[in-house]
């Protein structure tokens, strides 16, 4: 009986991704057998300089007086007692933009944006648990690029494999 197993390599950068892709498909790895999976760090607006009149901002430069005392633009924009600058400061940029990119037999790649439902369907078959699959989420989510490889094999158990990636907790 035919089984497939699916791998998943967690990888710091998708260049990083892309060499090794490169390097299976020149040791002979099918294309159809490699997925990867990009995403984009979230942003802090707070971090990040934006636009003002005539120059940009930066995170750190005073925008005013509240109670006698200097405000940076740094500073949350309102928030509950205690929690001062503790949470990060969305956009109306922010979007989570996953992609799966897909490569050909002639190696030409093709890349479509996934939401967080296709992402899990695809994980399905190396995560254990939804658990699992939202660690490897956050990581596409840190600017890292997942590598999903389907490898093919005769076997007379009719179980199906289940390989887990090396997740932190």
Not at 19 to 36: I, K, N, S
Not at 68 to 81: C, I, N
Not at 91 to 96: N, T
């Amino acid at each position: 009986m035919l089984s497939l197993t699916t791998h998943v390599e967690v990888h710091p950068t998708p260049a990083a991704a892309r060499e090794t892709v490169r390097r299976r498909l020149a040791d002979g790895t099918r294309p159809a057998a490699l997925q990867l999976l990009r995403g984009r760090p979230t942003h802090d607006v707070r971090d990040q300089p934006v636009g003002g009149y005539a120059r940009p901002i930066a995170p750190d430069a005073p925008v005013g007086t509240f109670a006698e005392r200097t405000v940076s633009r740094r500073h949350s924009a309102g928030d509950w007692v205690g929690t001062r600058n503790g949470r990060r400061q969305g956009s109306f940029g922010d979007v989570e933009h996953d992609e799966l990119v897909t490569i050909d037999r002639a190696g030409r790649t093709a890349r479509r944006t996934v939401d967080r439902r296709a992402l899990r369907r695809l994980l399905r078959p190396v995560a254990a648990d939804r658990a699992a699959s939202d660690r490897l989420i956050a990581e596409l989510h840190k600017g890292h690029a997942l590598l999903l490889q389907v490898t093919r094999s005769e076997s007379s158990d009719t179980s199906t494999e289940r390989q887990n990636a090396p997740l932190a907790a």
